[in-house]
């Protein structure tokens, strides 16, 4: 009873990876159980949403509403000659975010899942950052990439790799990817601890089975463990590409949106007009990010259920 693995793996393994999936997409709890969270939800979540809306029409001083503006503060955001640098950061961010988190995340989270001694050390070292306050993070990693006195730079030049030390937050063209870097320092544990429960739940008898007909770690993986796991691969994603469009706090604290405006992402833009007491543009613009980013979640949880369900 043989076994290909250029296609589906063998019936009854198949058969297995059906049975734990319905499995987990059984519905034990009633929907009353929600209710606490979504009352919570509309209250934080949605009234505030439909607030921006309304206010974003409006000539707002922050204490009472003035004239009807119509999509003027729509107009002067998109004319502001920080925008395109703002969106075009935000998709840097978000798309080297994504890809590091995502695939660093399943190598750390599939290490951790062997049967190695210091894996426990191992899981607390990476889930360590995440638990860690954004802003200590930020003033951290400032000194840690210092030109000159900056840990980094100095290791670089003492085993002669001087050619490689940077002003990582000061160089207009690498400051987003450095930004980006300790964001994925700081949030990788995260998306591995996710991994690895979608790991720890897939049947060890479906690599036994494989195993024992054949199969290598290469073809189990690509066949058994990114089936089992698509559905949390696609929670990862969509975390990602959230947190990557509404970044703010790492550009915040480790640039302020500088050198000059080399860093500034929409964020930092709402928080500008804020600054400025332009607060019907800085709702505006909080409306463009709102829609942005479930235009993109909508976007990808299509695409992504039909790879799903295509797998």
């Known amino acids: 009873m043989g076994i290909s693995f250029h296609g589906y793996p063998h019936?009854?393994?198949?058969?297995?990876?059906?049975?734990?999936?319905?499995?987990?997409?059984?519905?034990?709890?009633?929907?009353?159980?929600?209710m606490p969270g979504l009352i919570?939800?509309?209250?934080?979540?949605?009234?505030?949403?439909?607030?921006?809306?309304?206010y974003s029409v409006f000539n707002y001083n922050g204490l009472k509403v003035g004239e009807f503006v119509g999509l003027n503060n729509f107009k002067e955001i998109f004319t502001n000659s920080n925008v395109n640098i703002c969106f075009k950061n935000t998709f840097i961010f978000s798309a080297v975010t994504l890809f590091l988190k995502v695939v660093l995340g399943l190598a750390f989270a599939l290490l951790a899942n062997t049967q190695i001694r210091t894996k426990g050390l191992f899981k607390s070292i990476l889930f360590f950052p995440v638990i860690l306050s954004s802003v200590a993070v930020?003033?951290?990693?400032?000194?840690?990439?210092?030109p000159e006195t900056g840990i980094v730079n100095i290791i670089l030049r003492t085993v002669g790799l001087g050619a490689l030390a940077h002003e990582w937050l000061t160089d207009p063209g690498i400051v987003m990817y450095s930004i980006a870097a300790v964001d994925v320092w700081k949030n990788v544990g995260f998306h591995m601890a996710l991994f690895l429960a979608g790991l720890q739940i897939i049947p060890h008898d479906l690599y036994e089975s494989a195993f024992i007909d054949g199969a290598g770690s290469v073809k189990k993986f690509?066949?058994?463990?990114?089936?089992?796991?698509?559905?949390?691969?696609?929670?990862?994603?969509?975390?990602?590409?959230i947190?990557?469009?509404?970044?703010?706090?790492?550009?915040?604290?480790?640039?302020?949106?500088?050198?000059?405006?080399?860093?500034?992402?929409?964020?930092?833009?709402?928080?500008?007009?804020?600054?400025?007491?332009?607060?019907?543009?800085?709702?505006?613009?909080?409306?463009?990010?709102?829609?942005?980013?479930?235009?993109?979640?909508?976007?990808?949880?299509?695409?992504?259920?039909?790879?799903?369900?295509?797998?």
Not at 17 to 24: A, D, P, R, W
Not at 26 to 34: D, E, M, P, V
Not at 138 to 146: D, K, Q, R, W
């Open 11 to 34: 019936s009854y393994i198949k058969d297995d990876i059906m049975k734990t999936e319905n499995l987990l997409m059984r519905k034990t709890y009633s929907y009353k159980y929600l």
């Open 40 to 54: 919570i939800f509309v209250f934080l979540v949605i009234l505030p949403a439909v607030g921006s809306f309304y």
């Open 138 to 146: 930020g003033v951290s990693f400032t000194a840690i990439l210092h």
């Open 222 to 241: 690509i066949h058994i463990t990114v089936p089992l796991l698509l559905p949390v691969i696609n929670t990862n994603i969509l975390f990602s590409i």
């Open 243 to 311: 947190g990557g469009m509404k970044v703010f706090d790492s550009v915040y604290v480790l640039t302020g949106g500088g050198p000059g405006n080399a860093s500034q992402v929409i964020n930092t833009i709402v928080l500008s007009n804020f600054a400025q007491m332009r607060y019907g543009e800085a709702t505006a613009a909080n409306v463009i990010l709102f829609v942005m980013v479930m235009i993109t979640i909508l976007v990808l949880n299509k695409f992504l259920g039909m790879v799903e369900k295509e797998v």
